[in-house]
């Protein structure tokens, strides 16, 4: 752990996106409920939304059969670009961070296994700019375009993005805006934790 962090320190910040800069979870829940509607699935919507941020095909893996997950990941996918864009909300801090970050010179790499175009629908859909948008990888995947950014800082809510900020050089700051602990995210790898990105907008 380092002894002390500021984020202003870095220009080159980058940003896991599902609980870190959006949350996702009532999107994810509206989605859930038309799953069931449409395809009869019964699902345990708390333990689901505890999965939010890997991908989706692995979220459903534990309650759905091989051969129901494609239909189940299509399915979520068009509930996420149509109603569910409505419940998208910015995680507290974010839109301040990241602007702050760009208007200090810096830039903002989102990195996350959402699709690219389903990430840009909701960054927008939340107000928050990125100077490039990286999707389709997760875990230690995310290294290598973190690594291509020179990404210096990689924040983000899952222990799997202390693993990649690690493997990329970037000193890794863990969130505890999703369901991961203080140990959890330390164990990964993460060199700072804080509560919330409001801890990181103010200066230091």
């Avoid at 389709?136 to 800082?153: D, F, I, Y």
Wanted: proline share 4%.
């Amino acid at each position: 752990m380092q002894d002390s962090f500021s984020i202003a320190d870095h220009s080159i910040v980058g940003f896991d996106l599902d609980l870190t800069l959006v949350d996702t979870r009532q999107a994810f829940r509206v989605a859930l409920e038309r799953l069931a509607r449409t395809r009869g699935h019964v699902l345990p919507v708390p333990e689901v939304v505890e999965r939010v941020g890997l991908p989706l095909d692995e979220m459903f893996s534990p309650w759905l059969d091989p051969g129901q997950v494609g239909h189940a990941v299509a399915d979520m996918r068009v509930s996420f670009m149509t109603e569910g864009l409505a419940h998208l909300t910015a995680m507290d801090g974010a839109v301040r961070l990241t602007q702050r970050i760009r208007a200090t010179g810096g830039r903002v790499i989102v990195v996350t296994s959402r699709s690219s175009a389903v990430a840009a629908r909701f960054l927008a859909a939340c107000g928050i700019a990125a100077d490039a948008l990286e999707g389709g990888v997760t875990g230690a995947q995310k290294s290598a375009p973190l690594r291509s950014h020179g990404v210096e800082v990689y924040v983000g809510d899952h222990p799997l993005d202390m693993v990649a900020a690690r493997g990329a050089g970037a000193i890794a700051v863990g969130v505890l805006t999703g369901a991961h602990s203080v140990p959890a995210l330390e164990d990964a790898g993460a060199h700072v934790v804080v509560s919330s990105l409001l801890e990181l907008t103010s200066p230091n």
